[in-house]
Each structure stands twice: as structure tokens, then as C-alpha cells.
């Protein structure tokens, strides 16, 4: 059994189809990349698989159960890092805790345990403007993980950081996977991103969106030292790149019949 | 550059900042003493600054007696305006047909000249302490709620996703997101609201009552003592702008994330002008 199913998932805002027969799966601790053009309906998918949308057809499963519709089960971390700027670092990443009904206090010293795993000691009563942009992502990620450590969907969690930022937290961010082993569906436009973090890749195009093409990554998380330098690494990103486009192209042909 | 000469630039910035307007009150204030004492201005008409503070010395108690009744009438009207604002404004962002029925009336109650209004009041309720508060109420309830409801509405609406995604209740969406982002613009309507509170018993108490500064206002002008006129009109002004400090200290207390925000962009440009 898959630990994450979407079942032929449609989903349509009016007369508009917004994607189209999405099945995927995902299994237990695994760290799944969805890459794909903008406009491709990922966010939407998300949006579905999370509960926030009702899809017109098709079935989300979460551990073997019909959770479609329904929120409350897996955790979300949207585009922006959406930190309450008037909540500090301990009650914004409580606040998953807090929803649940957990006190305050114990909501605090929850999320206290795991502030040094993250990287984030000693900023416990700063607020969000007061951190960096990455230390920021490791709080949304900490609040995300808080809210479940079970499944999490991450929609581009880390494109509003800079170059050398981002290098740096993709290198953090396997690290503490391999930790939590939380199992993950992330949206990227990053193709490099995409492939040095996931275990499969999904590549999602078209309108309305389809899921195109699935590649497994050979190499394991835990062996990717260095792995954007490796031959291995370019031909991944070959293979996408090339699917793109075939893409693009078949979908411009036939936008114009 | 230093952090102790950044620092002084900045203090010297807050000085020029407080030292300006006071030189420009300071000779308004001369200007206006030139012209009760050369009697460009006949005296009786414009009384000078000197007797405008004697006027106040001498009546300081009687003030102080009508003074009690005015801020009595402001404390409670705006009270019950911010209450029922609020309120309002909880209402029309949880229930779209309260908003669609009750925002125009909101907006009409405001075309409405509080002037033309009061002596009605008056009528109604006559010469004691009721009038003035409803007239209070219909000033001060305007800002509050156009404010907080556009707060309300204002706020994020991933935020709000990300909310629902975890299962929050409207309650929860309301008590963690909406009322923190209506804060601001809750103080800005109250900022002006207690300003306006103040005119609004004063104007009540000038058109019916027993005591208060308005009533005061309207014995000295019978009696032509502009001196004293004078004096009670800066007293207006200035409990409007000690309301108002108020209002500005209430609100740093209850938002202490601005501070902090400020406190780092301060962080920031020092270390700026440092490098």
C-alpha cells in the first residue's frame, strides 16, 4: 500500500479544466519532485491533495483511506514562507499545535525540541522580519513538519531565496530529510533542484495539466555529495529538459488546430 | 563611519525632527502677541497669548469641573462606538448578507451633518447626558468599523489556505490571522475616532445641557470673554492630542512587532552608514 494516492484527479473552475486524470503515489518516506511549466495546474493539484479544493472527480487516499475533500490531514507549505509577521518564531511554528487544540505553553515547549534540529536556536522570541530569508524557510519548514510529521506537500519552497542561499539550504534540507524521513511531494520549476533532491520526478504539462513522464533517480539521497557535478546528474537533466520541450512544442502544435 | 557617530546622526535627526515645528509654533505665538499688543487686532476680539493663559489660570477649577463631564461623555461614547464598530465590522466579514445590508446604511449615517443632527438628539433625549453619547456613538463608529472591516478583509488569503489546510475553524482564522491584520488599521480609526469624539460632546454640550466644556463655551461667548474662550479651545485641542498619544502608546504596546521591526531596519542602516 502507497502511503499517498491520487486517483484520475480532474478538477475544473467553471468550464475550464484545470488537470486532468492526475495519479500519482507516493510511498513512505519517500521525497517525490513535481516539475513543470507554469500554468500546468500544480498548485492546484496540491490544493486538491491537501483538502482546500474538492476535485469534480478522482480520490485522494492517505494511508489506504479516502481523505478527499478533507482538510486536516497532510501538511502544507506554500510558495511564501506565510510567517505571521506579528507572531514570533516559537508561536508561528507552534501554530499547527495550536490549531489542534494543544495549550499554548505546551505548543511552545513542542516546538522547542526541535528548534536546534532545524538550525533555528536562539531565534525563539524574534519575529519573522527580524530573520534572514533562509532561516525563515527552515521555520515554515519546522511549522509544516510540526503540523505532521507524517506527509508534507511543499509548493516551491525555496525559489523566493537567492542562489547561494538556496545551494546552501538544498544541502541542509537533505540532511534533516534523512533525520525526520518525512515523506514529500515538492513543486519545483527547478530542474537542477528537482533532480538533486527527489527520489522520482513527476513532470506535469499542458493544458489542462497531465502528468507527462515519471524518472526515477538512481543515486540515493544519502550519496549525493557533489552530485550536480556528476555525469550522471547532466544526463538527468537532459532527459527533462528534452521532455519539456517535446512537450511544449506538441502543445503549441495542436494549440493551433 | 562609527556606530557612536551613526548614533548621533540619528539623534541629531529626531532633534531637527522636534526642533522645527517648534520654532514655527513659538513664532506663530509671537506673531499672534504682536498683534494683540500693538492692537492690530482690537483685544476684545483677539485676546493675546498672556491673557488667553490667565484666563486659563484663573478659571482652572471651573474648567476642571466641565472638563470631568466632557471626558465622562467622550470615555463613554467612544467605548460603546469602538464596541459596536467592532462588532459590526466582526459581523459583515463573517455574514455576507449583514455586509450587504448593513454597509450602505453605515456610509449614509455618515452623509448625515453631525451639526444638523445633535439639536434632534437634544429633542429626543433631552438636555442630559444621553444625547451627547449617542452623537459620540454615530461619530466615532464610522472609522472603526470602514477600518477593521477593511482589515478583515485585507488579510492573506494563503495565509487563510494555509490555515484551512491544517483544519483551523473560522474562529481560529479570525483569532490567529484576521484580528492581528485589522490592528493597524483598527488604531488608525481610533486615532481618529477619540479626536473627533472630543468636537462631537462638545458640540452636543454647545447645542443643550448643564454642564461640560461645550456649555462653558456657550456662557463665555454670551458674556464676550474671548480670553476665556480662547482658553477652553486650546484645552479641546489639547486633550484631543493627549487622546490621541494615547491611542499611539496603546498601539505600541499592543503591536510590539512594529517595534521590533523598526528596531532592525535601525540595525540595519547603522550598519549601512558603518560600512
Not at chain 1, 492526475?22 to 513535481?34: F, K, M
Not at chain 1, 486536516?72 to 508561528?92: A, C, F, R, V, W
Not at chain 1, 494543544?102 to 522547542?112: I, L
Request: charged fraction near 20%.
Amino acid at each position: 500500500m502507497h502511503k499517498l494516492e491520487t486517483k484520475n484527479i480532474t478538477m475544473k473552475f467553471g468550464d475550464e479544466t484545470i488537470i486532468r486524470d492526475i495519479t500519482i503515489s507516493v510511498d513512505q518516506g519517500e521525497l517525490i519532485g513535481l516539475l513543470g511549466v507554469s500554468g500546468s495546474g500544480k498548485t492546484t493539484l496540491f490544493n486538491c491533495i491537501s483538502g482546500i479544493y474538492t476535485p469534480v472527480s478522482g480520490r485522494v487516499i492517505l494511508d489506504g483511506k479516502d481523505i478527499t475533500g478533507t482538510t486536516g490531514h497532510i501538511s502544507y507549505m506554500l510558495q511564501k514562507d506565510l510567517l505571521l509577521p506579528y507572531k514570533t518564531i516559537e508561536d508561528n511554528v507552534a501554530l499547527p499545535l495550536l490549531i489542534r487544540g494543544v495549550p499554548k505553553q505546551e505548543a511552545r515547549e513542542q516546538a522547542a525540541e526541535h528548534f536546534e534540529e532545524f538550525g533555528l536556536e536562539g531565534t525563539q522570541k524574534k519575529y519573522p522580519k527580524q530573520l534572514s530569508g533562509g532561516m525563515r524557510q527552515r521555520a515554515a519548514l519546522l511549522r509544516t513538519y510540526l503540523f505532521s510529521d507524517d506527509v508534507a506537500l511543499l509548493d516551491e519552497p525555496f525559489s523566493a531565496l537567492d542562489t547561494i542561499t538556496r545551494s546552501r539550504i538544498h544541502r541542509w534540507y537533505l540532511d534533516v530529510m534523512e533525520k525526520i524521513n518525512l515523506t514529500t511531494v515538492f513543486i519545483t520549476h527547478d530542474i537542477n533542484e528537482a533532480v538533486l533532491l527527489s527520489d522520482r520526478i513527476y513532470i506535469m504539462s499542458g493544458k489542462p495539466g497531465e502528468i507527462r513522464s515519471e524518472i526515477k533517480i538512481g543515486t540515493p539521497r544519502g550519496k549525493r555529495q557533489n552530485f550536480d557535478l556528476t555525469d550522471e546528474f547532466m544526463e538527468y537533466k537532459r532527459q527533462i529538459v528534452a521532455l519539456l520541450d517535446e512537450r511544449e512544442i506538441r502543445d503549441e502544435d495542436t494549440s493551433h488546430i | 563611519m562609527t556606530r557612536k557617530s551613526a548614533s548621533t546622526t540619528s539623534k541629531k535627526s529626531v532633534m531637527t525632527n522636534r526642533v522645527y515645528p517648534l520654532i514655527s509654533i513659538l513664532a506663530i505665538l509671537a506673531l499672534w502677541e504682536c498683534l494683540s499688543v500693538f492692537e492690530v487686532v482690537p483685544g476684545y476680539m483677539l485676546p493675546s497669548p498672556a491673557q488667553t493663559v490667565e484666563a486659563f489660570i484663573g478659571d482652572f477649577w471651573l474648567l476642571m469641573s466641565h472638563l470631568k463631564v466632557t471626558l465622562l461623555e467622550t470615555l463613554l461614547g467612544t467605548v460603546m462606538g469602538v464596541v459596536i464598530g467592532y462588532g459590526s465590522a466582526m459581523l459583515m466579514d463573517r455574514w455576507e448578507p449583514a455586509y450587504k445590508a448593513v454597509y450602505p446604511i453605515v456610509v449614509l449615517t455618515q452623509t448625515i451633518p453631525a451639526v444638523a443632527i445633535a439639536p434632534l438628539l437634544v429633542l429626543w433625549f433631552g438636555y442630559k447626558m444621553m444625547p451627547k453619547i449617542i452623537l459620540i456613538i454615530l461619530i466615532t463608529f464610522f472609522p472603526i468599523v470602514i477600518g477593521t472591516l477593511d482589515g478583515f478583509r485585507s488579510a492573506d488569503k494563503d495565509a487563510i489556505n494555509l490555515m484551512r489546510s491544517m483544519g483551523a475553524s473560522r474562529w481560529q482564522i479570525f483569532k490567529h490571522i484576521k484580528f492581528f491584520n485589522a490592528l493597524p488599521n483598527f488604531f488608525s480609526g481610533l486615532r481618529i475616532t477619540v479626536a473627533y469624539a472630543v468636537v462631537g460632546a462638545v458640540l452636543a454640550e454647545w447645542l443643550g445641557g448643564f454642564a461640560g466644556l461645550g456649555v462653558y463655551m456657550t456662557r463665555v461667548k454670551k458674556s464676550f470673554a474671548y480670553d476665556k474662550m480662547f482658553a477652553v479651545i486650546f484645552l479641546i485641542s489639547g486633550i484631543s492630542l493627549i487622546l490621541i498619544w494615547l491611542v499611539n502608546v496603546l498601539q505600541k504596546k499592543c503591536m510590539p512587532w512594529e517595534n521590533a521591526e523598526t528596531i532592525t531596519r535601525k540595525r540595519d542602516e547603522n550598519r549601512w552608514i558603518k560600512n
